[in-house]
């Protein structure tokens, strides 16, 4: 039972932050190739851990962390207003590297297979 709300917790808070950080967050340090892969609420629901994906370079990519990272307070107010918990999570943004892995997988293999041809 405690899994199954933790799980739509995490669905909730992702939908609601990436709606709110498109529309309400004007910083010019976030990027706009941002993208929320995963959001993590621990099962006491203190912290959520918001997994964020920057289609940049590195320094853009720490720019839109440290932009975050100033408009969490915000955004966390934000939140729990609209999915209506008795107690919102703190936000703690990290970068997810899983696309970039992902990527750099597929080009090993597209070049194993062109060496074969």
């Known amino acids: ?43 006491d629901l203190r912290y959520a851990k918001v997994f964020i994906s920057v289609y940049d370079d590195k320094e853009k990519q720490k720019d839109t962390l440290k932009g975050l990272e100033s408009a969490a307070g915000l955004l966390r107010r934000e939140v729990g207003k609209k999915i209506r918990l008795r107690y919102t999570p703190e936000l703690l943004f990290e970068i997810d590297h899983s696309i970039e892995y992902g990527m750099h997988i597929e080009s090993i293999l597209k070049n194993i297979n062109e060496s074969e041809d």
């Not at 739509?8 to 910083?27: F, H, P, W, Y």
């Open 1 to 43: 039972m405690l899994s199954h709300r933790i799980n739509r917790i995490n669905e909730e808070m992702k939908k609601a932050l990436s709606t709110l950080i498109k529309n309400q967050i004007k910083d010019p340090r976030i990027s706009e190739l941002l993208s929320i892969t995963q959001v993590d609420v621990t099962n």
